[in-house]
């Protein structure tokens, strides 16, 4: 472990727990829990079924381990970091490799930040943001494919329930009226570090289609074009309708 102390204790040797990755140390109030298992992080991505066309989002990229599979799958990752330090490092790590033109970083919290398009979002959150996150996605227009994020277990197991559930609630009504929603991986906290205090799932987070809203005007002018038209059944289902 990079930066990490070894100190003898009780007869004993005990490795501290000191989280540090490259000289940073990460901090619980930011969420900074890093993924440390590069088979995870391939497992995400994959199961994300991100194309080599996508743009991809990324909140809170931290050092970067989860963004470094990500752009070799996708075509653009926008990447969006609250702490200054974790975006000095990623630059530092991306800088003049062949990946570094097709990242972009925007430094700032994300529930103030306007998001660009994207097509697809895969992320692991801070878990703090959860639930306003959640809901600035679903709100985000134009509607992007799907967003896989790594949510708090419980959290998780809230979002996909269904009626009945011990975990069915209001988050669940209302999250899935604009989406459907899958549980796609479980993950330990030892996947991480430093390990939080909670087990963690991913979920895949697809927005509906908005349904479209035709106003009477337009059925009116509708109407007009199926009638100046020889198809009089079609023109006679519109009447009806109207
Ligand atoms: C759980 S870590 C994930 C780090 C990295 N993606 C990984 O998987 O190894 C969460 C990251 O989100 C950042 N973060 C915390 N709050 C944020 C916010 N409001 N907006 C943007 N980024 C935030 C933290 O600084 C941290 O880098």
Redesign the pocket.
Known sequence: MAGGKVKKEKGKLQQQHVPYQGGISF?KS??????KNPLL?DSIVQKAGVKTTDVIL??????????KKLLEAGKKIIA????PR?VLELQRRFQGTPHSNRLTVIQ????K?ELPYFDICV????Y??SSPLTFKLLNHQPAFRAAII?FQREFAMRLVAQPGDKFYCRLTVNTQLHARVFHLLKVGRNN?RPPPKVDSSVVRIEPRKPRIEVKQKEWDGFLRICFNRKNKTLGSIFRRRV
């Not at 930011?30 to 993924?35: D, E, M, R, T, V």
């Not at 990324?58 to 963004?67: Q, R, Y």
């Not at 700032?108 to 529930?111: A, R």
């Open positions: 901090q930011k969420g900074q829990h890093i993924l992080v990324e909140i809170g990229p931290g050092t970067g381990n989860l963004t969006v970091e609250i702490d974790m700032g919290d994300v529930l930040t992320t692991n959150i801070p703090q943001i790594m991480f």
